[in-house]
């Protein structure tokens, strides 16, 4: 009985999950080089905001639920406004697919 509940809840949960999950690729090919994107969604889904890292280094407002690095700067994404608060950081050509907070700055 036990087993057969778990099956249960195993291909219930797989039915939730979505069906597709952004590539590498498709991650770069969503966010232009030399920018850091982020998206409104989990899952580069929504609107979608660039900022470029061609000009100044620094700290900018930012948002998003799923971000891009395609700089060639380590960046740091921030919980808070003006670059404080909790952190993470994603190195050149790499994406998170859902944040783990709504990002609302960033810094390269």
């Known amino acids: 009985m036990k087993k057969r509940l ?6 219930t949960l797989l039915t939730l999950l979505p069906l597709t999950v952004p590539t590498a690729a498709q ?18 889904k929504g609107k979608r905001y660039k900022q470029n890292t061609a000009g100044d280094h620094g700290c ?3 948002t998003g639920r799923s ?5 060639r700067y380590v960046t740091t ?8 608060g909790a952190t993470f950081k994603l ?8 944040t783990p907070w709504k990002v609302v700055s960033v810094s390269y």
């Not at 778990?6 to 291909?11: E, F, G, H, I, P």
């Not at 994404?77 to 404080?84: K, L, M, N, Q």
């Not at 190195?91 to 859902?98: F, N, Q, R």
């Open 27 to 44: 991650a770069a090919g969503k966010c232009p080089k030399n920018d850091v994107c982020g998206w409104a969604q989990p899952h580069l």
């Open 77 to 84: 994404f921030y919980r808070g406004s003006g670059c404080y």
């Open 60 to 62: 900018f407002p930012f």
């Open 91 to 98: 190195k050149p050509g790499t994406y998170s697919a859902k």
């Open 6 to 11: 778990s099956t249960l809840a195993c291909a």
């Open 67 to 71: 971000v891009s690095n395609q700089s």
